[in-house]
């Protein structure tokens, strides 16, 4: 505040004292920092989830590191992360300048296009489940040939229906960030561009894409991010299979852990998804530019 | 939790504040009004296409019974829609797994949105080493994949003898709600004029009279935001439920319909309705408060 206000500066500087965080920090200490803590621990040790845990140097890294299997998650995790992306931030993107226009029909459309929004991965995984079923699913039903497909069960098309359904679910969320972004565009350069004859391609080229700047790289570090936390929708779509062909890493974590019963070559996996996470977060704020973690802590 | 998990991991801050998504702007791209924008309207229609064909698949699919489902076209809808599907769910506790998941909801919210807010004004309005700490703390936890502690949480839950309670889940999802809800809400009361809580202050207010009289009903339309938010994850959260609870007991809905789809396996109409049943509620709500869930689910990411 100004630092000639008449208030007395005892006052003035009297912020609230930080017990008020306390509350919010014990809760995220014992739940998030402490596990984040107790993963590293864990992956040192062998613990079948159920007896004693015991201490094993790096017993459950050798193991992790050397199995074929998490080279392949790895693989499948980087193939999906990819691919979602090249899907879903164009398709976005459109959808998002799309739905921004005023018009009637584009706002009623709209209205359908959030229900995916709706439902859980679950859900979502069940009914897709239901519907790529060659017998009884799409396919038959519009009869069109190339539609009848055992969509899950080969491994070369499994993934990229994964893909798609993670699309399916996702792009909603994401053409509403980009619906909000180009809403804040100001119309004013629109109409400056249009008094120019600039045709419609060349207003978004050279004004949608570069103002929604901010926008593009939220959207996309949430969908890389986000990307390692696909679990549930591939766990009841997939369960990973056929084979290992969409076993990405949280899965084989999962399976590695819960049902392999090896803890600490799953705790192993948690800390190399973790790292990765982050690594990604880090990076993709870097190529943002620059950091906008300044201007949102000033004052903090 | 973030079920999508998925979409919890935010680590990107938003900018500003939600802009209501929906909120009408008739005149932004007035150029399309003069000319119709062919292309785009035909890939809109196309992706149209896209969304509805599984939802109405599921739709027409839950109201058949089974021989139809196996003698029918299964993209037509059914010549004796029946409700029986419904009725077979219903009478499979799903109630029970609903109330849980509004207990599991509720619980975990409310205690999320509590703390959140307390620690929001805390960082917006306190000074000094501690508080930067607790919001660098925060900051880190929206950039690290959380999912991959569950190896730990499990060991905690079960040392704690909270397996298999609602407990279980409600813990851990607090603690995972806190970075959102913290950044979101401190970003909104920051917008808050200093001078409101300076003459306040003056008035002998302590902070936390000044909590909740003064900085609670500025920033109201971020509570209710970030509380749809974390209800919606919660209420879809799969991981939690899968690794800390085991029987019917404890069951919450989107654990129901996988079971459901063991139980009932080849009865693919009556799994069908359970997911129609199961979104239901969701459905209800985006119906009678649409824009409050839109903004909901996208909590300050919009710029």
Known sequence: ?300 | MASTTSTTQLPVPPAAPVRTAAAPRPDVRRASRFRPNLLGGLGGWLWLGVIILPIYYVVITSLKNQAGFFASNPMLPPAEPTLDNYKLVLENDFVRYFTNSVVVTLGTVIPALFVSFMAAYAIVRGKGRFVNWTNNLFLLGLAIPLHATIIPIYWMITRAHLYDTLLALILPSIAFAIPVSVLILSNFMRDVPNELFESMRLDGCSDWAMLWRLALPMTKPAVITVGIYNALHVWNGFLFPLILTQSPGTRVLPLSLWTFQGEFSVNIPAVLASVVLATLPLLVLYVVARRQLISGLTAGFSK
């Open chain 1, 1 to 300: 505040m100004a630092a000639n206000s008449s208030v007395p500066r005892a006052v003035r500087d009297a912020g609230p004292s930080g017990w008020l965080a306390v509350p919010a920090l014990v809760f995220f200490l014992v739940f998030a920092v402490v596990p984040l803590a107790g993963v590293v621990f864990l992956s040192f040790t062998s613990w079948d989830g159920l007896r004693e845990i015991r201490l094993d140097g790096l017993g459950s890294w050798a193991t992790v590191l050397t199995d074929p299997v998490t080279g392949n998650a790895l693989l499948v995790t980087a193939k999906i992360m990819f691919f979602s992306f090249m899907v879903q931030a164009p398709v976005s993107l459109l959808l998002g300048v799309f739905t921004a226009g005023g018009q009637k029909y584009r706002a009623a459309l709209a209205v359908l296009y959030f229900l995916p929004l709706l439902l859980s991965s679950a859900a979502v995984a069940i009914a897709f489940k239901a519907l790529l079923d060659p017998n009884f699913g799409l396919g038959p039903g519009l009869q069109v040939p190339i539609l009848i497909q055992d969509w899950l069960g080969n491994s070369d098309l499994v993934l990229f229906v994964v893909v798609f359904v993670i699309a399916w679910q996702f792009v909603p969320f994401h053409t509403l960030i980009y619906q909000g972004g180009v809403r804040q565009i100001p119309t004013s350069l629109y109409e400056a561009a249009e008094i120019d004859g600039a045709g419609r391609v060349r207003q978004f080229l050279n004004i949608t894409l570069p103002q929604l700047k901010y926008t593009i790289i939220t959207s996309s570090t949430l969908m890389v991010v986000g990307s390692l936390a696909y679990f549930d929708l591939i766990f009841v779509l997939t369960g990973g299979g056929p084979g290992y062909s969409t076993r990405l890493l949280p899965l084989h974590m999962y399976l590695t852990g819960f049902k392999a019963n090896d803890m600490g070559a799953a705790s192993a996996l948690g800390v190399i998804l973790i790292v990765i996470g982050l690594g990604l977060a880090l990076l993709l704020q870097r190529l943002g530019g620059k950091n906008r973690n300044a201007s949102q802590l000033e004052g903090a």
